[in-house]
Every structure is written in structure tokens, then in C-alpha cells.
């Protein structure tokens, strides 16, 4: 323990402050991160010659606290980025999702992007540099808006100056960081056609309602935001973002968020080494089925694994899962020639979370050592929101494909949505030196779309992160 943190432990407010934190700015993360949020709220105390919680939080409720809160915030986020972050899925906008919105707005003429927790601003100015340089001619009369928003001010004033370090360029290649950018001593200068075409300003995504440009966002990108928030926050953010998108519009999260239960009202679209979702008009999302508690599972066991028929499905709302639910009905036919693991994914991105548990069910009933079948039953548990469940398939999943990082991957992404951060560094480190003992570029079998190299370097990504 610090001493920050033994000081603030003691003091009767330090939780209502930590709760005034966490609920302004969605960061759930702090919860159990006593020793960095107290290190932050000692400085904040010195700094304000304030003797404890309870006059800061005073502080924070007058006029001017708006001003120390704005401080606060920008000591707690994290605003790690850098240009053309995910280079698979800036490939996904240029092959993809840019064509595809230049063929939709060719009547009004207009792009409105949204990069929403934009940090110091590399991603916005990112795709503003992607459309000049490879649609420029296209959009030459078209009218572009992008805008960048955050809650920390301080990256919003460093994204204005359109200044950037060699480090934040890791990911550019050179020729066009000579194009879009001028040398000024150590730093770069973005050029200012590319300046002009992004707005930033300061927006809060989890208390402000989002800007509504008249005819939605074609394209809004929130990556690397919601790995700080719990599960509601995520939801209740994810269901803004949804109603911020013009129909057929386009949502890119962190490549390190795939989840698709999050995204149920979205169609799912796997692109390679990218997912993207899309909002369409008319797409119903299936019922999700009732939550049922389950029961505490024992640990997983090689002989238990033997001897386990694949856990009974629970009553569904739908009338087809309700025939496939009896035993003697058997699950829809799986047209012979498409692997089952693949057609259980197709299924899930379509949403058709019925039939792809069904698919899932049959690769159980062939095989019920199938780690890779537990893995997929872990992630339509965790869509249907029964995580008691699915971790149980994941620890299955885990200890029947001992070699693989993904389900340890998966089974980080559900510890920390409980909060365990010891269980998630853990599960986060197994899948690290598990993908470490692969080829970068070979697919992971769960997830073809995804490669080791890629998965080593999203746990890496979290590890940081966790470490603080
Ligand atoms: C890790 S950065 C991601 C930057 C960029 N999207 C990327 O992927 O490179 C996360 C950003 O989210 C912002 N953020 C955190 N909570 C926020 C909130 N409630 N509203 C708006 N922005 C928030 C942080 O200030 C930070 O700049």
C-alpha cells in the first residue's frame, strides 16, 4: 500500500469522491485501482492546500470546480495513441467502409465522422489524411466534417497545435508523414489542409449527449475508450453511439474490444484482422434470452471434461429455439461442406444467436473435448449477459486447448468486466506467452481473422495498461 493510499483509506469521504470519479467520467477502471487514484487525489490535495476528501469534494461543487475537476481529469485519463493505430482496420475504411460511404451520401455530398475519445487527436487527423490521400479527387466539392472530442482538455488544446513527437508517427510511413506534415525542431506539424478539416472540442461520453449532425454520423470511431468502463456504461454508451449513426452507418471500436454482445443492435462485419459494425435500418437484433442464474460450476476436470454433455440450453423467447431446446428435435442441418467453427461465427455475426449455439451444440455433440466449441458457447453465454456461464465454458475451453491464447485472452476480457484484475493480468500474460510461442502472422483457429502476432500485441496492450 502507498502512502497515499493508507492516508486515504483512512479518510470517512475517499469513496464518495472515488464514486464522484467514477460516475462523471465512466472510468469504473479506478475502482479497484486504489493506488493510482489515491497518488492522483494526494497530489490534487497538496496542490489545493486542501486537508482531505471531504473539502475537495466541497471544492469540486462550486462555481469554479469545474476548473479542479477538468485538472482531476486529465491526471486520471489515459490517452495513450498514435496515427493509422490499427492498420488493419484504417485498411477496412479505405477498401471498405469509405467507398461505401462515398456510394450512399453521392446525393448530399457530405461526410461526418465522429472520433469520439479522440485523445491528442492522431486518430481523427488520421482519417482526415486517408480520405485526402487516397479519395481527394473524389471529395474535391464534398463537405468533410470531422470532429474530435474528449473529456481532457489539456489532449484537446496538444490536438489543436497539430504537433506531434517521432513516437506518435510509429505506424506512418514516411512518405506520408513527408506529405501531411512539416518538420518544427523535434516535432511534427500537421499540414493545414489536413488541420482544417477536424473540429475538437470538449465532450464527456458517458454524462453529455453526443453531437447530432443533421443527417447522423457515416463513420464514428470510440477506440481504446470503453476498456475503461464497466459493463453498463459500455452498453448505455454503445446504445448512444448507435442512435448518433445515420442508418448504414459505420462504428469502429479498439481491436482489442471485440464483444459481440455489446454490439447486438449492430450487424457484425469480420474484415480481415478488423471487426466493424453497422448500424441498418430495419435490422432487428435477436431477443435476447431471460438471464438465469447458474449455478456455481464445479472446476473444470479432464474426467468431468469426458464425461460432460454440453449444458442444456435454458427456455428461449423464439419459437425456433424453443423446437431446437427438445432433445428429440434436432438443431437446423449444418450444410456439410462450411466448417462448423466457421458457421458458428458466421451465425453469431449475423446475430442469429439461436442457430449458432445450435452449430455450436452439434460441434459438442461430436466432439465433447472441442475446446474451440467451449470457446464459441463462451462467447454466445456471454452475449445472452451469463458470465457465471461463460466463464466456466472459458476455463473449459482453456484447459482443453492448453496451447491456445485466445479463450485465456477471453477469459482476461470477462475477469476484468468482475473486476478481478489479479485473475486478468494472470489470463492476459497466459495468452501473451502463448501467442509468443506462434508464427506473428499465423490465424488463431478460434478467430481466422485474427492473427497471434496481433492477440500478443492487444494483451500487451492491456498488461500496460493494468500495470498503470
Ligand atoms: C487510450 S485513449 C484512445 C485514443 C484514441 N481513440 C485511440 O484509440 O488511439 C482513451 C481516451 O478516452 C478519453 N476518455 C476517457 N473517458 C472519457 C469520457 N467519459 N468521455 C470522453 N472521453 C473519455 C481519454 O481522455 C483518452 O483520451
Redesign the pocket.
Known amino acids: 500500500m502507498t502512502t497515499a493510499e493508507e492516508f486515504l483509506q483512512n479518510d470517512p469521504s475517499y469513496h464518495r469522491l472515488k464514486d464522484k470519479v467514477v460516475g462523471s467520467?465512466?472510468?469504473a477502471f479506478y475502482r479497484d485501482r486504489d493506488d493510482i487514484l489515491c497518488d492522483v487525489v494526494m497530489r490534487r490535495l497538496l496542490a489545493t492546500g486542501l486537508r482531505d476528501c471531504d473539502a475537495y469534494l466541497e471544492l469540486l461543487e462550486t462555481e469554479g470546480g469545474s476548473d479542479e475537476l477538468d485538472i482531476l481529469?486529465a491526471e486520471l485519463?489515459?490517452?495513450?495513441?498514435?496515427f493509422f493505430?490499427h492498420h488493419a482496420q484504417f485498411e477496412a475504411l479505405e477498401q471498405k467502409i469509405i467507398p461505401d460511404i462515398l456510394r450512399r451520401n453521392e446525393s448530399i455530398r457530405q461526410i461526418n465522422v465522429w472520433?469520439?475519445?479522440?485523445?491528442?487527436g492522431?486518430?481523427a487527423y488520421s482519417v482526415a489524411i486517408l480520405l485526402k490521400e487516397r479519395f481527394g479527387k473524389q471529395l474535391a466539392d464534398w463537405n468533410i466534417h470531422i470532429h474530435g472530442?474528449?473529456?481532457?482538455r489539456k489532449?484537446l488544446a496538444l490536438a489543436r497545435t497539430g504537433r506531434f513527437g517521432p513516437w506518435s508517427f510509429r505506424a506512418v510511413p514516411e512518405e506520408i508523414r513527408e506529405r501531411w506534415f512539416n518538420q518544427v525542431g523535434d516535432e511534427w506539424e500537421i499540414s493545414r489542409e489536413i488541420k482544417s478539416m477536424v473540429r475538437f472540442y470538449p465532450?464527456?461520453?458517458?454524462?453529455d449527449p453526443p453531437p447530432k449532425p443533421e443527417n447522423g454520423f457515416d463513420l464514428i470511431?470510440?477506440?481504446?475508450?470503453i476498456i475503461?468502463f464497466d459493463r453498463a456504461t459500455a452498453e448505455a454508451l454503445v446504445a448512444r453511439l448507435h442512435e448518433s449513426l445515420a442508418d448504414g452507418g459505420w462504428l469502429a471500436m479498439?481491436h482489442s474490444e471485440p464483444n459481440l454482445a455489446l454490439f447486438r443492435k449492430f450487424h457484425t462485419l469480420s474484415l480481415p484482422g478488423a471487426i466493424i459494425y453497422r448500424k441498418e435500418a430495419g435490422y432487428a437484433p435477436p431477443a435476447l434470452p431471460a438471464r438465469t442464474a447458474a449455478p456455481p460450476s464445479p472446476p473444470p476436470s479432464r474426467t468431468r471434461a469426458v464425461k460432460t454433455v454440453p449444458p442444456k440450453k435454458p427456455a428461449r423467447q423464439s419459437a425456433r429455439s424453443a423446437l431446437t431446446a427438445q432433445k428429440d428435435v434436432p438443431p437446423p442441418r449444418i450444410p456439410a461442406p462450411r466448417p462448423a467453427p466457421h458457421l458458428v461465427l458466421e451465425l453469431a455475426e449475423k446475430g442469429d444467436w439461436d442457430a449458432a449455439e445450435a452449430a455450436c451444440d452439434a460441434m459438442l455433440r461430436a466432439n465433447p473435448l472441442d475446446g474451440r466449441a467451449y470457446y464459441y458457447r463462451a462467447l454466445l453465454l456471454e452475449q445472452a449477459g451469463r458470465f457465471a456461464e461463460s466463464e466456466t465454458a472459458l476455463r473449459r475451453s482453456v484447459f482443453l486447448d492448453r496451447r491456445s491464447p485466445l479463450p485465456h485472452y477471453q477469459l482476461a476480457l470477462l475477469l476484468l468486466h468482475r473486476q478481478d484484475v489479479n485473475g486478468a493480468q494472470r489470463s492476459f500474460r497466459n495468452a501473451l506467452s502463448l501467442a509468443d510461442r506462434r508464427e506473428a502472422d499465423t490465424p488463431l483457429p478460434e478467430l481466422p481473422d485474427l492473427t497471434a502476432g496481433q492477440l500478443r500485441e492487444m494483451a500487451a496492450q492491456y498488461l500496460q495498461r493494468l500495470k498503470g
Open positions: 467520467t465512466g472510468m481529469i485519463t489515459i490517452g495513450e495513441t498514435y493505430r472520433s469520439a475519445g479522440c485523445s491528442t492522431p486518430e472530442t474528449d473529456i481532457n489532449f465532450h464527456n461520453l458517458v454524462t470511431l470510440c477506440r481504446n475508450v475503461y479498439g
